[in-house]
């Protein structure tokens, strides 16, 4: 007999399966003599409603077909809709829809140590059933550095992530996508990550209605003091909204538009949440004493 938390989780399969698909890419790569020829890739996808996938960016990055493998064994030639390098995310669209679709989270709830579960079709073999694997949340806010760039604010899980999986779901216990897998680190055993599924939402919305992603921008780096709250600023680049807020290297941002500001990456997602042209307040300290700035950001090019 199993027990509940096994049958949270097989349940959780049986839902979440038919949303899941394998996507098998052809790009054409080139030898030492210049030849084309054909470089076979493999990733997963999660059906998300209105005959769209989610996928990463890199799944699909310069591929030039793309194929949906569906778990009832249905093939189709998915059309790429929009992808967006920064966020490694990206949007096929299925010509027939798809026969189910799973709910985005409120990613914002997760807590660290709650079940998460991570299903896709690793290698390519949806056909022989998904891979499952099942472990917890065992970090949030994660930064990682990747090929195309810092990505910032993701899930950290031990449920383990096989190559294939990139793309897939990364699910709670009542089935809903909390994220979507983008990374694991070859060199930390069992240590994977997900873009949160508020993240997800946001990027697919804005893909949807405009086909690309329009972020704000304040051009400074910051990072979390050693001790206590706050985000230091590292670096202002020149020209940036930061600059003209007279920022420096060195101060402290305690709060944004009056609410405290934790570390540096709650700055990230906080600056993240507003649109170019919001003006926004920042209450500094540092060697010039405490202090309150406006900055109005600018689109980030």
């Not at 949160?196 to 690309?212: C, D």
Request: hydrophobic share 40%; net charge neutral; aromatic share 2%.
């Amino acid at each position: 007999m199993l027990t509940a938390l096994e049958s949270a989780i097989t349940g959780v399969v049986e839902t979440a399966t038919p949303a899941v698909v394998s996507i098998a890419t052809v790009q054409v790569a080139r030898d030492a003599r210049r030849r084309p020829f054909p470089v076979a890739g493999v990733g997963s996808g999660v059906c998300i409603g209105r005959g769209l996938v989610v996928t990463n960016h890199h799944v699909i990055d310069g591929a030039k077909s793309a194929r949906v493998v569906l778990s009832d064994g249905r093939r189709a030639k998915a059309a790429y809709a929009f992808g967006d390098r920064e966020s490694d995310l990206a949007l096929l669209r299925l010509p027939d829809g798809e026969p189910a679709s799973l709910t985005l989270a409120d990613s914002d709830a997760l807590r660290v140590g709650q079940i998460a579960v991570a299903i896709g079709s690793p290698y390519g073999l949806l056909l022989s059933g998904p891979t499952v694997t099942a472990g917890v949340v065992s970090a949030l806010h994660r930064s990682l550095e990747g090929p195309q760039g810092t990505m910032e604010d993701l899930i950290q899980t031990d449920a383990a992530i096989n190559p294939g999986n990139s793309g897939g779901p990364l699910l709670d216990t009542q089935g809903r996508v909390i994220g979507v897998n983008t990374a694991v680190i070859p060199y930390a055993q069992g240590i994977g990550f997900a873009i949160p599924a508020n993240s997800v939402r946001r990027v697919v919305e804005e893909l949807v209605a405009n086909g690309r992603v329009v972020r704000p921008w304040m051009g400074l780096r910051a990072a979390t003091p050693q001790e206590g709250e706050g985000a230091v600023v590292v670096s202002v680049e020149p020209g940036s909204p930061a600059e003209e807020a007279m920022l420096s290297e060195g101060e402290v941002v305690r709060e944004m538009d009056g609410e405290p500001v934790e570390n540096a990456p709650a700055l990230v997602a906080r600056i993240r949440s507003r649109r170019p042209g919001d003006v926004v307040r920042l209450r500094v300290e540092g060697r010039r004493g405490a202090r309150t700035v406006t900055a109005r950001l600018a689109e980030k090019s």
